[in-house]
């Protein structure tokens, strides 16, 4: 073929292929582009098989029993304070001296009930 400047060369150029996939692809935000109410709700982020992030989050359950073991609500011990109806009399009694006691009241705890005064005549 001979060239002339009538006649340019078209000349085709191989351009690879380029497949782009129709899916949409989800990138995670930063956390700290998270508002601080929510950055605070997740405890650990872990990449699965696919390269995605998973954020863990926190779990009420447990952050609830934490919290009671360590204010002691719902402990043995405030039950046991507060189940007064499987006490004996005697330990009822000694338990109710022994809170006077700290708290600095003299109580006369005994099984007498008030009698009335006897006048003389």
């Known amino acids: 073929m001979i060239l002339t400047p009538q006649k340019p060369a078209v000349i085709q150029q191989k351009k690879p292929i380029i497949q782009i996939s129709k899916k949409s692809r989800v990138v995670p935000r930063p956390l700290t582009e998270l508002a601080p109410e929510t950055a605070k709700l997740i405890e650990d982020v872990t990449i699965d098989s696919k390269g ?10 447990w952050a609830n029993a934490e919290l009671r073991k360590m204010l002691n609500i719902g402990g043995q011990k405030e039950r046991e304070q507060i189940d007064v109806s499987r006490l004996s009399d005697a330990e009822l009694i000694q338990q109710l001296a ?3 006691k700290e ?6 705890l005994n099984y007498t009930f008030a009698q009335p005064k006897k006048t003389d005549e």
Not at 52 to 61: D, I, M
Not at 103 to 108: A, C, R
């Open 98 to 100: 022994d809170q006077a």
């Open 103 to 108: 708290l600095g009241i003299d109580i006369d």
């Open 52 to 61: 995605r992030a998973v954020p863990k989050l926190y779990s009420k359950t």
